[in-house]
């Protein structure tokens, strides 16, 4: 079982600022490019990646804790779920992580950081530019009952997403003789650049590392290759799912670009609170008031379960408040098919009020009936007070 905590050598109540204190140095020790043609520092810098996005995330780091490696696992819920079920599938995903802890990932303006110009970039402004690229990943909350996480459903989303267009086929042009080798780079995508006794290659800026230009545009998507349109998606969620978790739609995200593959659809699930059950990991706690005299006689009780079942209890003569009573497999469903959770019956004895006169009457008669041996917590409390005055 991996130990995200240790491979990032913090403890388990650290800030986010530690964390990410913490991922910041091990990741520039064996960052790739310090370590040239070392596969153990590559392997190495994807797992403290892959810890620090699970850790940086406060609801997946809540997950994480509560259920461990098994509780981010996609099993079941679409592909790859959370990072760590799996590790991350590319060098390209650890090192997006690694831009986002310093900054330099996803500010839009164009700009580089710092720590692209000193490792060599890899998220844009360069030879990976060109060709095909993915398309982008989106995400979305989906909000749903109690019930539902207990029982699994199926929601259906819309969504809107950049396709491949039908006229072109994703070319971006008319025909197949709208498309031209590009004068400026002569096909090669790059530009070629003498300073003095260095040489710079450069992306080209009129084919943008295509090696090709369209000079008869689709005009369907004008020469994009892709069209922006609503999509109706249906999303099965399975039974045992909790707040935080997140499912993955391999393949819904936006269509590629160049004939690159399309982003995924990432599936955050938001579970309503019930009224009366309280959810423990795969157990569910019910509080369940009961009167005096059931409490001293003792009774049976028909409860409700999470999956809208009942079950009979018995509860015991005597029983005081605050007592649990389990009743074993009748909680919430493991997300992972591994069995199913325990029903904890939290008992609350409730004192009656409004009392008729002759339920006074009754009750007078019953407290000239007591004895210190009805009451052995009471007798032990009066006890224990008289022994601090001796």
Do not use: W
């Amino acid at each position: 079982m991996k130990d995200y905590y240790a491979t990032l050598g913090i403890s388990k109540g650290a800030t986010p600022e530690e964390i990410k204190k913490a991922y910041r140095k091990k990741a520039l020790e064996c960052h790739p490019d310090r370590n040239p043609g070392d596969p153990k520092a590559e392997a190495q810098f994807k797992q403290v990646s892959e810890a620090y996005e699970v850790l940086s995330d406060e609801s997946r780091r809540r997950v994480y804790d509560q259920y461990g490696e098994e509780g981010l696992r996609g099993t079941g819920m679409g592909g790859g779920g959370f990072p760590g079920g799996g590790g991350f599938s590319s060098m390209e995903e650890a090192l997006r992580t690694f831009m986002g802890a310093f900054g330099g990932a996803g500010r839009g303006d164009g700009s580089e950081s710092i720590f692209e110009s000193f490792f060599g970039g890899g998220f844009g402004g360069g030879e990976e530019d060109a060709g095909p690229r993915k398309g982008t990943s989106k995400k979305t909350t989906i909000k749903i009952t109690f019930a539902e996480a207990a029982r699994g459903t199926e929601k259906e989303i819309s969504i809107h997403n950049f396709t491949t267009c039908n006229g072109c086929n994703g070319s971006g042009a008319k025909s197949k003789l709208g498309v031209k080798t590009c004068f400026a780079c002569q096909g090669k995508g790059q530009i070629l650049q003498s300073r003095g006794f260095f040489s710079m290659a450069s992306l080209c800026s009129r084919c943008n590392g295509s090696g090709q230009v369209i000079i008869d545009p689709c005009k369907e998507c004008s020469g994009t290759g892709r069209v922006k349109e609503k999509q109706q998606l249906k999303i099965r969620i399975p039974a045992g799912v909790d707040t935080g978790m997140r499912l993955k739609m391999s393949g819904h995200g936006d269509a590629g670009e160049a004939g690159g593959p399309p982003g995924d659809l990432f599936v955050y699930i938001d579970v309503e609170s019930h009224e009366s059950f309280q959810r423990e990991g795969d157990d569910v706690l019910l509080d369940l008031p009961v009167t005096f005299s059931e409490a001293a006689l003792g009774c049976k009780k028909e409860v409700p379960t999470p999956l809208g079942q009942t079950c009979r209890i018995s509860i015991p003569e005597g029983i005081q408040t605050g007592k649990t009573l389990r009743v074993t497999g009748k909680g919430f469903p493991n997300v992972h098919g591994q069995g199913q959770g325990d029903l904890l019956i939290r008992v609350t004895i409730e004192t009656p009020i409004k009392l008729s006169e002759k339920q006074k009457t009754l009750f007078r008669s019953l407290e000239e009936l007591e004895s210190p041996a009805n009451y052995p917590t009471k007798k032990t409390f009066f006890d224990k007070l008289k022994a601090l005055f001796l």
